[in-house]
């Protein structure tokens, strides 16, 4: 019996166009098995979270990313770290897609993949991560419970064109995202 496609949805948590945790999630969009397919999304028109606008009817661009999220299968979360967080925008989407206001709490039930990329040759992002699985864990989401992809080196770990050309990161993002396959069809039938 053949698998069903997945479809992830995914956004790097940085609204900077040369971003090197967007050139990470371009690279997981290419590195996904055979049946997953990734589309990124643009998280610049999702205004910052404000009860009142939600109130009087949730922004369009709000709404078009929390219709993203809920077609999915599943969510892939790439986010810098700055001053040793998460960024405002990567908890500002989460913030939106949490919420009642239509179409509801896309979080609830979503199994998700987490990964981080340090502009130094130190860091890689750990915090950021771990502030972004708290912060899906109470809406109800289903963070991989492993194989989070955090690595240091920023741009020097791409060519120009923005090919990943760190191996050893490559092998573990291709190993990321099998497991991330796998865990969305382990975690679906709970949905």
């Not at 199994?111 to 699985?133: D, K, T, Y």
């Not at 064109?161 to 039938?189: S, Y």
Request: hydrophobic content about 45%.
């Amino acid at each position: 019996m053949a698998q069903e496609a997945l479809r992830v949805v995914g956004f790097a948590g940085s609204l900077r166009k040369g971003s090197v945790n967007r050139l990470l999630l371009r690279a997981a969009a290419r590195a996904a098995p055979s049946g997953m397919s990734v589309i990124e999304l643009d998280i610049s028109g999702v205004p910052m979270f404000n009860e009142d606008e939600e109130t009087v009817g949730p922004p369009e661009g709000a709404v078009r990313f929390k219709e993203a999220v809920a077609a999915a299968d599943g969510l892939l979360i790439v986010t810098p770290e700055y001053n040793s967080g998460t960024t405002a925008v990567t908890k500002n989407a989460l913030d939106w897609a949490s919420r009642r206001s239509r179409p509801g709490n896309v979080l609830d039930g979503k199994p998700v993949a987490i990964m981080s990329m340090s502009g130094g040759p130190n860091g890689n992002g750990q915090n950021a991560r771990a502030q972004v699985r708290q912060a899906i864990l109470f809406p109800g989401a289903v963070p991989m419970p492993r194989w989070d992809v955090g690595a240091p080196g920023g741009a020097a770990n791409f060519d120009e064109a923005g090919n990943l050309i760190n191996e050893a990161l490559a092998q573990r993002v291709t190993q990321a995202m099998v497991r991330f396959a796998e865990w969305i069809r382990l975690v679906a039938p709970w949905e």
